[in-house]
């Protein structure tokens, strides 16, 4: 009997309409157009407005990919959801998107890994197809960073935005869809990079809302450091599991937090520039919704068969990537 793969066979993304721009950003704090370009690759990202919230694009995306595949949202199982910034400590956001959607059959829950939160997700969600024990899971990407970034945080608050992606994960039985993954994690690193206020460790007070304690705390360098190195070695390390060469690979999904960490990661695997999907500029780092964005934008590129490697580094640390076997033209 032929194994059971999870394969992606629709897949949607969702930005808010306001434009944050690296102009607007000189007027709020002490930055230039140059440095942020030079020392990211962002050139804008998007913001929400009216209130919306991570279900809210996220019920976008669930809507955007039922209709491309020509399915009600009640025929969906499951939703997973890479977010770490809910609409509410709970319920989650995967919860509310499915009511917001009308997927008013499926069950949804939200996973924590920061930037990789669309690859734990999608690595998640894949146990339920391979298990045989659901048809149709929607794996989704959301961040709203713009409500926890501190905008007087000028190394911090100029890599962020919002956005939403996704996919949907149906069974295959002809070797396409998810292939290999390796996911890593080590809390070292979690002095570098966290949101210290709003959980148990240090729940929300006067005081330490005052000392914008309940805003992204992000130590640059050493997470740049670190995101360098992991995110280009564990790409080559599944290149290297499953014999795959740099022509073999016909694309890298990679997390966009940085231009030079991707040129990292994309030279390591030999990969030249073209095959490495790029939107840093107009939406900066999303955080779980930069690889779904991409492969959303890129769509139309995509051929059944194409080899695509996905890489991501963040907050943790959680780091991986994951070897998929595209599955459709659109
Ligand atoms: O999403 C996953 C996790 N996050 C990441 O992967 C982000 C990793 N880190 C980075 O991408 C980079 O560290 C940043 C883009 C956040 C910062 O870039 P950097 O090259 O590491 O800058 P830095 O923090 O080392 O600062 C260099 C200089 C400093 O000035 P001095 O001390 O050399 O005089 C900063 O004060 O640049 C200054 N600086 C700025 N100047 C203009 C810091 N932020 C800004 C700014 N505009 N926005």
């Given at each position: 009997m032929k194994k059971v793969t999870a394969a992606i066979t629709s897949l949607h993304g969702y930005v808010p309409e306001k434009v944050l721009s690296n102009a607007d950003l000189e007027k709020m704090v002490d930055t230039n157009d140059e440095w942020i370009t030079t020392r990211t690759g962002i050139k804008e990202r998007r913001i929400v407005s009216d209130g919306q919230a991570a279900s809210d694009l996220g019920a976008e995306v669930v809507k955007g990919i039922c209709q491309k595949r020509g399915i009600s949202p009640e025929e969906i199982d499951v939703?997973?959801?890479?977010?770490?910034?809910?609409?509410?400590k709970f319920p989650s956001a995967g919860n509310l998107i499915c009511e917001k959607s009308g997927a008013i059959n499926a069950w949804g829950f939200d996973l924590a890994a920061a930037c990789s939160g669309f690859i734990y997700a999608l690595t998640t969600g894949a146990q339920f197809i391979e298990s045989g024990r659901h048809q149709k899971v929607i794996v989704i990407g959301v961040d709203i960073m713009s409500t926890i970034v501190d905008?007087?945080?000028r190394a911090t608050c100029i890599i962020f935005g919002d956005g939403a992606g996704g996919v949907l994960l149906e069974p295959n039985s002809d070797g396409e869809g998810v292939i290999d993954y390796i996911m890593k994690n080590d809390a070292t690193g979690k002095d570098h990079l966290i949101q210290k206020v709003g959980g148990s460790a240090e729940p929300i007070t006067i005081d330490n809302i005052q000392e914008n304690r309940h805003f992204i705390f992000q130590d640059g360098r050493p997470v740049f450091k670190h995101a360098v190195t992991k995110m280009a070695d564990v790409s080559a390390e599944i290149m290297e599991n499953n014999d795959l060469s740099s022509e073999d690979v016909a694309w890298l999904v990679p997390h966009q937090a940085?231009?030079?960490?991707?040129?990292?990661t994309s030279n390591r695997m030999g990969l030249t520039n073209d095959k490495v999907m790029i939107n840093i500029e107009k939406y900066g780092n999303t955080t779980a919704a930069t690889i779904p964005l991409c492969l959303w934008e890129w769509e139309e590129k995509l051929k059944k068969g194409d080899?695509?490697?996905?890489?991501a580094f963040g907050g943790g640390f959680t780091w991986g990537s994951m070897y998929i076997k595209w599955a459709y033209n659109s």
């Open positions: 939703v997973v959801v890479g977010t770490i910034t809910s609409d509410y905008y007087t945080d940085n231009l030079r960490i991707i040129d990292a080899n695509i490697v996905l890489a």
